[in-house]
């Protein structure tokens, strides 16, 4: 019901910034609660951050607070992840995912319907 792919994923130094984007098609964007999730090699996928179909709501994962910002462009049918002092830790496969029935806020790991291919990102100390 609806296509995601993200872009922007890429190698970076400690310290830089990167922005990641998910382009949405199908169903209409605005209809999803939307998400960042991100899993490192030989870890569990962890939550990032989410964002309500408004965008007056954000919900971040506590290690990234401070440091990424979630947003959206519903004219646009993207999704951005604004990722500053980016540290090796972070280093993973980023992928955004969407929750159309949005049930629960913040919406539960296993409510979101939707994913995206992932793009890596690498973070160099």
């Known amino acids: 019901q609806v296509q995601l792919v993200e872009s922007g994923g890429g190698f970076v130094q400690a310290g830089g910034s990167l922005r990641l984007s998910c382009a949405a098609s199908g169903r209409t964007f605005s209809s999803y609660v939307m998400g960042w999730f991100r899993q490192a090699p030989g870890k569990e996928r962890e939550f990032v951050a989410t964002?309500?179909?408004?965008?007056?709501?954000?919900y971040y994962q506590d290690s990234v607070k401070g440091r990424f910002t979630i947003s959206r462009d519903n004219a646009k049918n993207t999704l951005y992840l604004q990722m500053n002092s980016l540290k090796p830790e972070d280093t993973a496969v980023y992928s955004c995912a969407a929750d159309w029935r949005g049930s629960y806020w913040p919406p539960l790991d296993d409510e979101y319907e939707y994913w995206g291919q992932g793009t890596q990102v690498t973070v160099s100390s």
């Open positions: 964002i309500s179909v408004s965008g007056r709501n954000i």
